[in-house]
C-alpha cells in the first residue's frame, strides 16, 4: 500500500530554473493538495485539486503551475526558480465526501521534497 | 473557517500524560476536530478525529466539551518518540473542506 508518493525526495536548483515535482497515490482519492512547509512554519497550500480536470489556487500560488490530468496523479510545476521557493514541498490526499455529516476530512501526506534554489 | 489557537511548545518528561488543548471559538455545527503528528523530515500524518465527548483509538484520546470551543489531545504515558509537532485542525469534508489550514502546531518535547 504506497499512499502518497513524490519525486524527487531532494533537489538543488539554480535560480532561474524549471522544474516538476511528482506526486501519485494509489487511493482513489479525489482531492489532492500541494503544501509548502518553511523552517519551523506551518504548512501552507499552494494549490489544491478536488478531481480530474479540476485545480485551483491556495494560499501561495505565485510561482507554481498544477495540472490534474488523472485521479492519481498531481504534478507541480515550479517555472524560473527563485530562492524564495526554497521550502519542503509535500503532496496529499484525502477522500472527501459531499453529503452533510460525513466527518472530518483526513489528509494523507507524502514524505517530502526538499527543494534548494541557489 | 474555524481559526485555532494551541501552545507553541510544550515539554514533558517521559511516562508522563500529556495533555495538548486547542481553542476553536468559532466551531461550526458540521466541522470535525482532527489531530495530526508531524516527525521532523516527514509529513503530517492522522492521529484521531472527534465530533463530541470522547474518542479513543491506539495512539491517543480526544476530549470534546459540550460546547465544542477547544479540545484536548491526550497521549497516554509518552516516549521519546512522541516527540513531535502536533496540529489541531477543524473542518469538515465536502465543499470548502479542502480549506484545512495548518498553523505552526505545538512542538512537543519529551525527556528522559
Known amino acids: 500500500n504506497a499512499g502518497v508518493t513524490q519525486t524527487p525526495k531532494f533537489r538543488i536548483l539554480k535560480i532561474g530554473q524549471s522544474m516538476t515535482l511528482q506526486c501519485t497515490q494509489d487511493?482513489?482519492?479525489?482531492?489532492m493538495y500541494w503544501y509548502r512547509q518553511d523552517p519551523g512554519m506551518g504548512l501552507k497550500l499552494i494549490y489544491y485539486?478536488?478531481?480530474?480536470?479540476?485545480?485551483d489556487k491556495g494560499e501561495v500560488p505565485n510561482g507554481y503551475n498544477v495540472s490534474r490530468s488523472t485521479t492519481e496523479d498531481f504534478p507541480l510545476r515550479l517555472e524560473l526558480a527563485a530562492p524564495s521557493q526554497t521550502s519542503v514541498y509535500f503532496c496529499?490526499?484525502?477522500?472527501?465526501?459531499?453529503?452533510?455529516?460525513?466527518?472530518?476530512?483526513?489528509?494523507?501526506f507524502g514524505e517530502g521534497s526538499w527543494l534548494t534554489v541557489v | 473557517l474555524a481559526k485555532t489557537t494551541q501552545p507553541i511548545s510544550m515539554d514533558s518528561y517521559e511516562g508522563q500524560e500529556v495533555n495538548i488543548t486547542c481553542s476553536h471559538n468559532?466551531?461550526?455545527?458540521?466541522?470535525?476536530i482532527t489531530w495530526y503528528q508531524q516527525f521532523p523530515s516527514q509529513g503530517p500524518r492522522f492521529i484521531i478525529q472527534?465530533?463530541?465527548t470522547k474518542v479513543t483509538n491506539e495512539v491517543a484520546s480526544l476530549f470534546i466539551p459540550a460546547d465544542r470551543k477547544s479540545s484536548t489531545l491526550s497521549l497516554p504515558r509518552v516516549s521519546l518518540s512522541d516527540t513531535a509537532v502536533y496540529y489541531c485542525?477543524?473542518?469538515?469534508?465536502?465543499?470548502?473542506?479542502?480549506?484545512?489550514?495548518f498553523g505552526k502546531g505545538t512542538k512537543l518535547s519529551v525527556i528522559p
Open positions: 496529499a490526499s484525502s477522500y472527501s465526501r459531499s453529503r452533510q455529516g460525513a466527518g472530518g476530512n483526513t489528509i494523507y
Open positions: 487511493m482513489n482519492h479525489n482531492y
Open positions: 485539486s478536488v478531481g480530474a480536470g479540476i485545480t
Open positions: 468559532n466551531i461550526a455545527t458540521n466541522d470535525y
Open positions: 472527534g465530533y463530541k
Open positions: 485542525l477543524v473542518g469538515r469534508s465536502g465543499a470548502g473542506s479542502y480549506q484545512l489550514t
